[in-house]
């Protein structure tokens, strides 16, 4: 698994299709995580790091599983 956390924004995380988050099923094929702290849907991303003026350079990083 490969999460890529994007040039002044949030954590890209693949799903597989499929998310399931506190018990809630999302389907979507990646989820947006904040890493900037200031959103209001923690902890997915809305969009708050372009006002905050979050800077933190682009990320990859790569999840052996099993």
Known sequence: MK????????YLVPTGG??????????????????CGHSRNKPFCDGSHKAAGFSAPAVEIELELG
């Open 18 to 35: 499929k998310a399931r988050v506190n018990g809630e099923v999302l389907e979507k094929a990646q989820v947006a995580l904040c890493r």
């Open 3 to 10: 999460i890529t956390a994007t040039q002044d924004g949030p």
